[in-house]
T-cell receptor
Framework: KAGVTQTPRYLIKTRGQQVTLSCSPI?????VSWYQQTPGQGLQFLFE???????NKGNFPGRFSGRQFSNSRSEMNVSTLELGDSALYLC?????????????FGPGTRLTVL | AQSVTQPDIHITVSEGASLELRCNYS??????LFWYVQSPGQGLQLLLK??????LVQGIKGFEAEFKRSQSSFNLRKPSVHWSDAAEYFC???????????FGKGTMLLVSP
């Protein structure tokens, strides 16, 4: 069974640009969550999607947005990139929503903003 | 709001020695608690979880954790550490009804020969 895949794995952008990251969940999983990992702030929750609906959102500015498609694949978008957006962005998928559903993490997308 | 504290940023343990990583949480209700491990360049892997019932939970790779409500703690233990256990370990808590994980800052485990 294939795991969670994230594309691209590495990305370099300049300030002011926008970026789209993609996450393909494990087959059959309907819930996708996104996290940002930085050395200073650690792992922080961005969004949770279930059946194309955003169920929960973390404390991030409106420049961060996401969506989920009918096949459960998810994308997140960051507009007007700032240096502080440099981070590892992790996607996790689970069968359903709620903490009893184990979340499986992808390898992440490493975003560098210059 | 929930929070997680991992007091130790780095820990060095000799191979074969026992390990205990500390985790304290703050949450108003009965928490859902997790330990994850992250190796360099990799995503997070779930080691074990606690939802209810027996307060001593067994996980993968020989790890166990004990939930102590009176101390708001969920410490991770392993009786004998292997060099391959060197990684960063994260404790996390989730609220009822949501998949949202609140993570601690992590503890980097170094294993010396």
């Amino acid at each position: 069974k294939a795991g969670v895949t994230q594309t691209p794995r590495y990305l370099i952008k300049t300030r002011g640009q926008q970026v789209t990251l993609s996450c393909s969940p494990i087959s059959g999983h309907r819930s996708v969550s996104w996290y940002q990992q930085t050395p200073g702030q650690g792992l922080q929750f961005l969004f949770e999607y279930f059946s194309e609906t955003q169920r929960n959102k973390g404390n991030f500015p409106g420049r961060f947005s996401g969506r989920q498609f009918s096949n459960s694949r998810s994308e997140m978008n960051v507009s007007t990139l700032e240096l502080g957006d440099s981070a590892l962005y992790l996607c996790a998928s689970s069968l359903g929503t709620g903490p009893s559903n184990e979340q499986f993490f992808g390898p992440g997308t490493r975003l560098t903003v210059l | 709001a929930q929070s997680v504290t991992q007091p130790d940023i780095h820990i060095t343990v000799s191979e074969g020695a026992s390990l205990e990583l500390r985790c304290n949480y703050s949450y108003g209700a009965t928490p859902y608690l997790f330990w994850y491990v992250q190796s360099p360049g990799q995503g997070l892997q779930l080691l074990l979880k606690y939802f209810s019932g027996d307060t001593l939970v067994q996980g993968i790779k020989g790890f166990e954790a004990e939930f102590k409500r009176s101390q708001s703690s969920f410490n991770l233990r392993k009786p004998s550490v292997h060099w391959s256990d060197a990684a960063e370990y994260f404790c996390a808590v989730a609220p009822t009804g949501y998949s949202t994980l609140t993570f601690g800052k992590g503890t980097m485990l170094l294993v010396s020969p």
